[in-house]
């Protein structure tokens, strides 16, 4: 079946460079994503790769994705303070409901 | 454009109430979608639709039934409230082949 699973808590100072991890166990996922939620709010996309991609950059945010080992990452550069947020990760398929199945997310602290 | 817009934002019901939550897309998305986040897990899909007129279950449909009134509006009724159903309520809808899912504020929904 498909699960999807992230680290809890990470804490870092400001300035730093972020990294999030998730592992993802659906072999025939198409679509990873990130998404971002801040308290008392939705979640917001962040970025997504194509399952035969490794890497895409978007301004501070590169993700990376090991389609052997089925690891996803998400790196923050410059971390700052506003950035502290609830970060999702997730994943679909191209065909059928196409719902997202996704990780129970990881808690970014960024301390100043 | 207001994106995905959900109603109520907080909401109290007694158990063995009922009520209706409510939510619109003005992006003219095909797909639409209910999920519910409670403490410590990412999000679970309750419903979906794939387009206007057809719904599907998704992992956890029971106590819930749903309507896809038109294009625009995806509407999800708890029709005999529990406890179990106290969690925040999140509507989205997607476009495009990749799938981008795009999510309402939510709805926090406590049953006492």
């Known amino acids: 079946g498909e699960d999807v699973e992230q680290s809890l808590f990470l804490s870092v100072r400001e300035g730093d460079s972020s990294v999030i991890n998730c592992t993802y166990t659906?072999?025939?996922?198409?679509?990873l994503y990130w998404y971002k939620q801040e308290p008392g709010a939705g979640l917001q996309l962040l970025t997504y790769i194509f399952s035969n991609m490794d890497m895409k950059q978007d301004q501070r945010l590169t993700v990376l994705l090991n389609k052997k080992d089925k690891h996803l990452s998400l790196r923050i550069a410059d971390t700052q303070t506003g950035d502290s947020a609830i970060y999702f990760c997730a994943e679909s398929m191209e065909a059928g409901r196409r719902a997202l199945t996704f990780g129970s997310g990881t808690r970014l602290q960024v301390q100043p | 454009n207001a994106g995905v817009t959900q109603t109520p934002k907080f909401q109290v019901l007694k158990t063995g109430q009922s009520m209706t939550l409510q939510c619109a897309q003005d992006?003219?998305?095909?797909?639409m979608y209910w999920y519910r986040q409670d403490p410590g897990m990412g999000l679970r899909l309750i419903y979906y639709?794939?387009?206007?007129?057809?719904?599907d279950k998704g992992e956890v449909p029971n106590g819930y039934n749903v309507s896809r009134l038109n294009k625009r509006e995806f509407s999800l009724r708890l029709e005999s409230a529990a406890p179990s159903q106290t969690s925040v309520y999140f509507c989205a809808s997607t476009r495009g082949r990749a799938n981008e899912q795009y999510f309402g504020p939510g709805t926090r929904l406590t049953v006492t």
């Open positions: 639709s794939a387009s206007e007129g057809t719904t």
């Open positions: 659906d072999s025939s996922s198409t679509y």
């Open positions: 992006m003219n998305h095909n797909s």
